[in-house]
């Protein structure tokens, strides 16, 4: 089982819409969780990190449920500049090694 | 405040040959990792540098190797390249501190022919 597994996509997603994208981590002893977004032939950039109690900022919101070893990332009210690839990312504890998932692709359609 | 910034852009070389690429940190920022994103996959983590010494590293062969220089710059060099070595070279900062919040550079795009 891979350490950071996501959804590649594409999800097409009309504008104005919700959609949430799950990524599953296998190592228990994993620490912190991260979203990264990656624009086209872009750098990632940090979105947002994921807190234990779950955390929103703006129209986004990212939960972290440990029993099932998955975070999730929910986008409200979808915007054409919402499109790109979201990147899962899990910080080990046992070593600090910073895992990346594959990404899910995000399309919203006008 | 300068982000961190990369060069070259663009590299094309051939088989066999080596490769160094650089990196500046954004400003106060003291750790420096490397990454390769082949197309379609997520950045694979290289290593980490933090007061001129590789602290951790990912699984790659000791044809990738690193420094970090006083002033936190870091180059990447990688010998006897490969074409499977073609990818977006990806350079984070950080705090060490603060090390899981990384700021990426626009990348160098490498070209094994």
């Known amino acids: 089982r891979k350490e950071v597994e996501q959804d590649p996509g594409p999800f097409n997603v009309p504008e104005g819409a919700t959609v949430a994208f799950n990524c599953t981590y296998s190592?228990?002893?994993?620490?912190?969780f991260f979203w990264y977004r990656q624009d086209c032939r872009k750098e990632p950039k940090l979105l947002m990190s994921?807190?234990?109690s779950g955390n929103e900022d703006g129209r986004f919101t990212a939960q972290l449920n440990r029993a099932s070893q998955y975070i999730s990332l929910l986008i409200r009210d979808s915007k054409l500049s919402d499109s790109a690839t979201y990147l899962c990312?899990?910080?080990?504890?046992?070593?600090?090694?910073?895992?990346f998932g594959k990404g899910t692709r995000l399309h919203i359609l006008p | 405040d300068a982000g961190v910034t990369q060069s070259p852009t663009h590299l094309i070389k051939t088989r066999g040959q080596q490769v160094t690429l650089r990196c500046s940190p954004k400003?106060?920022?003291?750790?420096v990792s490397w990454y390769q994103q082949a197309l379609g996959q997520g950045p694979q983590f290289i290593f980490q540098?933090?007061?001129?010494?590789?602290?951790q590293r990912g699984n790659f062969p000791d044809r990738f190797s690193g420094h970090q220089f006083p002033n936190y710059s870091s180059e990447l060099n990688v010998n006897a390249l490969l074409l499977g070595d073609s990818a977006l070279y990806l350079c984070?900062?950080?705090?060490?501190?603060?090390?899981?919040?990384?700021?990426f550079g626009p990348g160098t795009r490498l070209t094994v022919t």
């Open positions: 994921v807190y234990s």
């Open positions: 540098y933090y007061e001129e010494e590789e602290r």
């Open positions: 984070a900062s950080s705090r060490y501190r603060d090390r899981h919040e990384q700021y």
């Open positions: 190592n228990s002893a994993s620490q912190s």
């Open positions: 400003s106060g920022h003291d750790t």
């Open positions: 990312v899990v910080k080990l504890d046992r070593d600090d090694k910073i895992i």
